[in-house]
């Protein structure tokens, strides 16, 4: 079952921080990626390459941690435990050019040919913010 994101972590994940997602390998060990990440005040959503690791592990197994500091203070953040419901390549150009106007200023990501986009939605399960009030 998810759990509300409280306005803050809103308007934390508004900012351009990066987000350490941390999925499960095959053999159960762990992997951890650093990524862009946003929110559409329900959900967690990230970006990422189809046929990259991370998306292979969370098509096997939907659980993942995530872990996001600000760039300016490391004691201000969110830790953040949840499951992604979807895996769609349905809006996610259009998602990863909005990220990298967030992130770089610019709203063209450079895809490389034949490269398909996925976007990933993630239900938190648990938050922990850190400095944030």
Known sequence: MGVPIPPEVQ???????????????????????????????????????RGRLK????????RVALSILS????YRGVHMRGRVTE????????QINGLNL?????????????????KVVIEPTHITPMGLS
């Open 71 to 74: 760039p300016d203070n490391n």
């Open 55 to 62: 998306e292979a592990n969370l098509q096997r197994d939907p």
């Open 102 to 118: 967030k992130y770089r200023g610019n709203p063209n990501y450079p895809l490389q040919l034949g490269q398909a986009r996925v």
């Open 87 to 94: 895996i769609t390549e349905e809006g996610a150009v259009e």
């Open 11 to 49: 308007a934390f994940l508004g900012e351009p921080v990066i987000a350490h997602i941390a999925t499960i390998m095959k053999d159960g060990s762990p992997q951890a990626t650093p990524l862009w990440v946003e929110t559409d005040g329900t959900s967690v959503l990230v970006n990422t390459t």
